[in-house]
């Protein structure tokens, strides 16, 4: 069973559109995160929820807004979709927000390019 | 706050040779944790090792053994008789406790690790 799922893998679309990502982790945590991966690889924490609620809201326009109907799923939807969203977006997941140390999961990632 | 710097962008040695991976930090946080996170081309991250800050022992993982120097804010990680599978993007990350809970991974920008036939 993979622990933790994103819908979809790729994801092409047109400046202007509005798309939403999808993920989902069944290990039972209470912690899911979203991370941008840009085009030099390099890797930026954007939202943090903890049981449904908030915690890490990074500097990130407000064109992405995160949503946690559950503990086990968290999506990330992205309005006006800009050029400069083209990237790769990773959904985690760790046990408790608490505990610096724990591992996080991370899903196979979601490549997003806007044309 | 935190920074982590990597600062070999591209490495590559023959398979079974040792090669360590350097990383630095800069925080004024003092409980704090570290990784290294790997991402083979399948693009999956996995975690390979970490270390707490307070624990003066290196961690070891089989053939991946870290060298943290706390005061000098360094964290290099070694991997011993290199494979041709671990060919791939090295992260080392920091995390701290901060407002009652932990921050997000802050992540170096990576190492890309080739190893040789």
């Known amino acids: 069973d993979t622990a933790v799922s994103q819908t979809p893998k790729y994801l092409v679309t047109q400046m202007g559109n509005d798309k939403s990502i999808k993920c989902e982790q069944n290990?039972?945590?209470?912690?899911m995160y979203w991370y941008k991966q840009d085009s030099k690889k390099f890797l930026k924490i954007m939202f943090s929820?903890?049981?449904?609620?908030?915690?890490i809201n990074e500097t990130v326009p407000n064109r992405f807004s995160p949503k946690s109907p559950d503990k086990a799923h968290l999506n990330l939807h992205i309005n006006s979709l800009e050029l400069g969203d083209s990237a790769v977006y990773f959904c985690?997941?760790?046990?408790?927000?608490?505990?610096?140390?724990?591992?996080?999961?991370f899903g196979p990632g979601t490549r997003l390019l806007v044309l | 706050a935190q920074t982590v710097t990597q600062s070999q962008p591209e490495m590559s040695v023959q398979e079974a040779e040792t090669v360590t991976l350097s990383c630095t930090y800069d925080t004024s946080e003092s409980n704090y944790y570290l990784f290294w996170y790997k991402q083979p081309p399948s693009r999956q991250m996995i975690l390979v090792i970490r270390?707490?800050?307070?624990?003066?022992q290196n961690a070891t993982e089989n053939r991946f053994s870290v060298n943290f120097q706390k005061a000098a804010k360094s964290f290099s990680l070694k991997i011993s008789d290199s494979q041709l599978g671990d060919t791939a993007m090295y992260f080392c990350?920091?995390?701290?406790?901060?407002?009652?809970?932990?921050?997000?991974?802050?992540f170096g920008k990576g190492t890309h690790l080739i190893i040789q036939p």
């Open positions: 929820y903890n049981n449904k609620e908030l915690i």
């Open positions: 985690a997941s760790s046990q408790d927000w608490g505990l610096a140390g724990e591992t996080q999961y």
């Open positions: 990350a920091f995390r701290a406790y901060s407002g009652g809970g932990a921050d997000g991974l802050t």
């Open positions: 270390q707490e800050a307070y624990k003066q």
């Open positions: 290990l039972g945590h209470d912690t």
